[in-house]
């Protein structure tokens, strides 16, 4: 059975600084990985998709990249903002269209 | 402006009530999903359709029931057999197809009263 862990659970920083968040799977038969923000009380906005033979993709201030052999992907993101503060949340995508996610990580990043 | 649409975006449910959450979506996706949301949990799939008039239950499917008459809407029955309800739901569609990208509506915060 497919398992997806996001670490840090948690994470606190102060504006300006750059960040990663993990995530990582227990099975590689996936079919691309995608990461999303939800803030309080909303639903998911995704962010990006990486297909299982990228090895990354950019939007704006936010990279993220895929090492499906390891079963990893990191989120980066840039000179963060009080505004990126969210829980972020990753997925992947299995065989017969099933989406598997983590746990997600909460992001504060103070102003 | 297409997208999903999910409502109420609150409901309140009695002991041994049920009740149904509303799911459009005029992206004309083929697939559609239910997943369920607790306090620091991630997303834990409830039932999941394909295709018009065909859905399977995801991991936690006991007490909720699915039907799928059009391509547009995927109406979720929470019904009394479900003990612990209180949560918040989320619908979501894609493409079928290797690959597409999922997308979600805002959500219903059910509460038991």
């Known amino acids: 059975k497919q398992e997806v862990t996001q670490i840090p659970a948690a994470l606190s920083v102060p504006e300006g600084e750059n960040l990663v968040l993990n995530c990582s799977f227990t099975d590689s038969a996936i079919y691309n990985l995608q990461w999303f923000r939800q803030d309080p009380g909303k639903g998911l906005t995704s962010l990006l998709l990486i297909q299982s033979s990228q090895r990354e993709q950019t939007s704006g201030r936010l990279n993220a990249s895929l090492d499906k052999s390891s079963g990893r992907s990191t989120l980066y993101i840039a000179a963060s903002q009080p505004g990126d503060s969210a829980t972020y949340l990753c997925?992947?995508?299995?065989?017969?269209?099933?989406?598997?996610f983590g746990a997600g990580t909460i992001l504060r990043v103070k102003s | 402006d297409g997208g999903i649409t999910q409502s109420p975006k609150y409901l309140f449910r009695k002991e041994g009530q049920n009740v149904t959450l509303s799911c459009e979506q005029n992206l004309n996706h083929d697939a559609m999903y239910w997943y369920r949301q607790d306090p620091g949990q991630g997303l834990r799939l409830i039932y999941y359709?394909?295709?018009?008039?065909?859905?399977q239950k995801g991991d936690i499917a006991e007490g909720y029931s699915v039907s799928r008459e059009k391509k547009e809407s995927f109406p979720l029955t929470v019904t009394s057999a479900q003990k612990n309800p209180t949560a918040f739901y989320l619908c979501a569609s894609r493409s079928t197809g290797v690959g597409t990208e999922a997308f979600f509506g805002q959500g219903t915060r059910l509460t038991v009263v």
């Open positions: 359709s394909q295709i018009v008039n065909d859905f």
């Open positions: 997925a992947v995508s299995l065989y017969g269209n099933k989406l598997v």
